[in-house]
């Protein structure tokens, strides 16, 4: 098959899969975009990499603002714009797509289907629901119309979609009216990259560089955005205050970052450590240098958002320390792996103790971290993965679409292959 993987974050298991379907002999080209401030996966050609895997980082003439509303849909529809015809000149036989804004997914989907191209709708999130819980805390009538208006885009896109993967059971309950029954529904559940991420040496040379290999390091990385709590990671850095062989660790971007450097302005404190995001190729020793790894969640996120990093901190071997909601997957993945300790979102009290538990426990880390990579041994084998969506793909493909008028006369774009990475 032709495929085009497009995930917007970019996100390290993402491009995973994309190599794995090249390696079974698909033509694969990665789409990602080139201006999100998260973290992001192995973005160049590896040695190893098949001929047929290419990679597409997609970029838009305007800086992105996830905190300027307007600013934002406006990157949103340009963005779409730009990927879509990336896409078109690709011509695949099949599109996945997920992690997408919903005004640049939907030309996305139209970009697939104008090709004659099967379109999968990958849900990693249901956008239009946290938009709705964010309409419920601030709720002015123009918002409740524009969450009305991507409730409605998101439903007619999930029905003209040819197939629908889901990352848990759980999501089906969000699902609109009229789809369930109607398209064919797969549940998948992410996974993190363990053929990137081994468990490695805390005495490392990023942890070396950046004061963390000789201090108990509490650690949080990936993006810090609205739907996460920062102030937890603040008190905690206060509760430690003066311990002086520990750091809190803060290797992230986006809105709740900045509120801590703010903070940070006001009251100094000298064992809270803010670094931006760190490449790939650093990733893994950015993970080693914890003791703890910590994710957070706020409520309203409840069962609609799975972080990727609780996945990512499986794969590092060490213990994870969860403030989320009870009912989300990653609080059910750490407690029935014993990967660590889940404690509910915003119960500071509770958070605050956990962490003291694994200052003091030595075993206790040891124990958690050996469970949460045994976890991920057993169920984060890409290669299987890669053969379950390889069969999703298969049927979600139109074959009936592509005439031989078509094939005649049209000419299909060659694989990047060693060209490497192309900016569209």
Same mark, same amino acid.
């Given at each position: 098959m ?8 970019g ?34 050609r590896?040695p190893d990499?098949?001929e ?14 996830k ?21 078109r000149?690709f ?7 997920g992690?997408?804004?919903l ?6 989907? %139209? ?10 709708f990958?849900v990693?999130d249901?956008y239009s ?6 309409? %419920?805390?601030?709720?002015?009538a123009f918002r ?6 991507y ?10 979609s040819?197939?629908?993967v ?7 309950r ?9 398209r ?28 963390? %290999? ?9 993006? @810090?955005?609205l ?5 937890l990671?603040?008190?905690?850095a ?25 903070? @940070? ?9 803010l670094?931006?995001?760190?490449p ?5 020793d ?6 703890? @790894? ?15 990093k ?36 915003g ?31 057993k ?16 049927q979600?493909r ?14 299909r ?12």
């Open positions: 032709r495929i085009a993987v497009h995930d917007y974050a996100h390290p298991f993402q491009f995973e899969l994309s190599r794995s379907l090249a390696r079974l002999g698909h033509e694969v080209r990665h789409f990602y975009f080139a201006g999100d401030a998260g973290p992001k996966g192995q973005t160049t590896l990499d098949p047929t895997f290419s990679i597409a980082p997609v970029s838009i003439p305007m800086r992105y603002s905190t300027r509303y307007v600013y934002r849909a406006v990157a949103d529809l340009l963005y779409g714009r730009v990927a879509a015809r990336a896409i000149r011509r695949p036989e099949v599109v996945i797509s992690n997408t804004p005004d640049s997914q939907a030309a996305i989907q %139209a970009a697939a289907h104008s090709v004659g191209a099967g379109f999968v990958w990693q249901f629901v946290a938009i709705q819980h964010l309409v %419920a805390q601030k709720g002015s409740r119309l524009m969450a009305t208006h409730r409605n885009l998101e439903t007619r896109m999930l029905r003209r040819d197939s629908i889901l990352i848990s059971e759980d999501f089906r969000y699902l609109p009216p009229g789809v369930d029954g109607t064919p529904i797969h549940v998948v559940p992410n996974w993190g990259p363990i053929e990137a991420i081994s468990p490695g040496a805390k005495r490392n040379p990023w942890a070396e560089a950046n004061g963390f %290999a000789d201090r108990f390091t509490f650690l949080y990385t990936g993006t @810090l955005a739907k996460h709590n920062p102030g990671l603040w008190d905690l206060r509760s430690f205050k003066d311990d002086p062989d520990l750091r809190v660790g803060v290797v992230s971007a986006g809105v709740g970052t900045d509120l801590l450097r703010a903070r @940070l302005a006001e009251e100094p404190l000298d064992n809270l450590v670094l931006p995001q760190q790939m190729s650093v990733f893994p950015v993970l080693a240098s914890a003791d703890v @790894l910590i994710a957070v969640l706020e409520d309203d996120a409840g069962e609609f958002s799975v972080p990727s609780v996945l990512s901190y499986l794969c590092a071997g060490r213990p994870i320390l969860l403030a989320a909601p009870s009912e989300n997957l990653s609080s059910r993945i750490v407690t029935e792996a014993g990967a660590g300790v889940q404690v509910r979102a119960d500071v009290d509770a958070f605050r103790e956990a962490a003291l538990r694994f200052r003091r426990d030595h075993a206790l880390r040891e124990q958690a971290g050996a469970a949460g990579r045994a976890y991920a041994e169920h984060f084998v890409v290669e299987d993965i890669a053969r379950r969506f390889e069969r999703i793909l298969e979600s139109h074959p009936h679409r592509r005439s031989t008028l078509r094939s005649l006369f049209t000419r774009s060659r694989p990047l292959g060693q060209a490497g990475a192309q900016e569209v």
